[in-house]
Nanobody, 117 residues
Framework: QVQLVESGGGLVQPGGSRRLSCAAS????????RGWHRQAPGKERELVAG????????NYADSVKGRFTISRDNAKNAVYLQMNSLKPEDTAVYYC??????????WGQGTQVTVSS
């Protein structure tokens, strides 16, 4: 059974930090690109960060660049999103995915991140 399961969401104070994890099971993710997307109420789902299968090259949305860091641990079949200097506008459901080339084959069900004082 193929699954991606996000964890680490919750309520965070503005300026705070949070680390999201995405555990994969049922397949080996080492040959897949990995990414994080988010969807806020009333907004379209948007790319937050991505990391390639080879070389670990990363890309980020302009809105999170310098604050968020994506990383992966192939031995653990996991991808992470370190979120620093969080802002209320970062509030969203965060989803991880796994890509074959540019095709997003698998998605997790999301974890809620709420940034509020």
């Amino acid at each position: 059974q193929v699954q991606l399961v996000e964890s680490g969401g919750g309520l965070v104070q503005p300026g705070g930090s949070r680390r999201l994890s995405c555990a994969a099971s049922g397949f080996t993710t080492s040959t897949y690109g990995r990414g994080w997307h988010r969807q806020a109420p009333g907004k379209e789902r948007e790319l937050v960060a991505g990391i390639t299968s080879v070389g670990g090259k990363t890309n980020y949305a302009d809105s999170v660049k310098g604050r968020f860091t994506i990383s992966r641990d192939n031995a653990k079949n996991a991808v992470y999103l370190q979120m620093n200097s969080l802002k209320p506008e970062d509030t969203a459901v965060y989803y991880c995915n796994a890509l074959q080339g540019s095709y997003s084959r698998y998605w997790g069900q999301g974890t809620q991140v709420t940034v509020s004082s």
